[in-house]
């Protein structure tokens, strides 16, 4: 069996383990804010995930939210960088639209993304190089699209903060329309599936980008911070992900405008993971 083979079985079993689970009640603390919640099963999840990936593979290191690989600061050897469950809010609200999501590499390398879409039986995934799938069906090539025709996903909360929201109102007043799905890894996988045409936020981390990072490339999209930088797997940024010409069209019609503020933003925020 693969590697990527193993990552597919233990990313059912850990979906199956959740399906299993969601009548029982939950257990739910908060984290950095009261709206940081993360329940008893992210964590089992991760830690199913880690013993499964451990027991399989001693020598590869692990990093994932609910706490594993805090002192992995290389992509030496083989990476899992795991997000047990994006969308918790969405796990705890409505016990659907979340996602287990994981990004493996290989010496410094990507080798695969696979986000699951739990509820829906849906697993994204890819081999760097290989192209994208939606279960057993390929994705296709990403057309390009302009704003103007293009649905965008952001989190509408952005709009509401200082002069983020002077950023990303004219965005959202020229496109077609904008969404907002609760999970950056659907998100990922949503551009991917030509479901919306971007996505963009200011502040991701490695496990809530790895997986799907993968996956979008694999389908031609572009996946930079909003200076159109590229991503270092194991350090948080922000992101926009997109079709080539509309990557291009927000990344130099908008947000590069903004380049001195938002360089200033990424100098205070990203100094961690
Ligand atoms: C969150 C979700 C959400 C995004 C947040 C993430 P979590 O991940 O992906 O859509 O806006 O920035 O932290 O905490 O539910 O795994
Ligand atoms: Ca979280
Ligand atoms: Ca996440
Ligand atoms: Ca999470």
Redesign the pocket.
């Known amino acids: 069996m693969t590697i990527y083979e193993f990552a597919e079985q233990i990313i059912y079993e850990a979906g199956q383990n959740i399906k299993n689970k969601l009548a029982l009640e939950l257990t739910i603390e908060t984290k950095s804010n009261p709206n940081d919640l993360v329940t008893n099963m992210d964590k089992e999840t991760e830690q199913l995930l880690v013993e499964r990936i451990n027991q399989a593979y001693p020598d590869h290191h692990i990093i994932g939210?609910e706490g594993h690989g805090k002192e992995v600061d290389t992509l030496d050897g083989v990476v899992w960088i795991i997000?047990p469950?994006?969308?918790?809010l969405n796990f705890v609200h409505q016990q659907q639209n979340f996602a287990i999501?994981i990004g493996i590499f290989k010496d410094g390398e990507k080798y695969a993304g696979l986000v699951y879409d739990v509820m829906n039986d849906n697993l994204y995934h890819a081999i760097a190089g290989e192209g994208a799938y939606l279960n057993d069906m390929k994705l296709g090539a990403l057309a390009d699209t302009t704003l103007k025709r293009s649905i965008i996903s952001l989190n509408p909360n952005w709009l509401t903060k200082d002069w983020i929201k002077d950023v990303y109102t004219p965005i959202v007043k020229d496109a077609r329309s904008a969404r907002s799905y609760g999970?950056?890894?659907l998100d990922f996988v949503f551009v991917a599936a030509g479901i919306v045409d971007s996505y963009m936020t200011l502040r991701?981390?490695p496990?809530?980008f790895a997986g799907g990072m993968i996956i979008a490339e694999e389908t031609g999209a572009v996946v930079s911070n909003q200076m159109g930088e590229t991503l270092h797997p194991l350090q948080s940024n922000s992101i926009i992900v997109a079709n080539q010409q509309l990557h291009r069209e927000i990344v130099s019609g908008y947000l590069s405008r903004y380049e001195k503020e938002l360089t200033e933003l990424h100098q205070g925020m990203f100094s961690s993971r």
């Open positions: 939210e997000d469950i994006d969308g918790t999501s999970s950056a890894a991701l981390h496990w809530d």
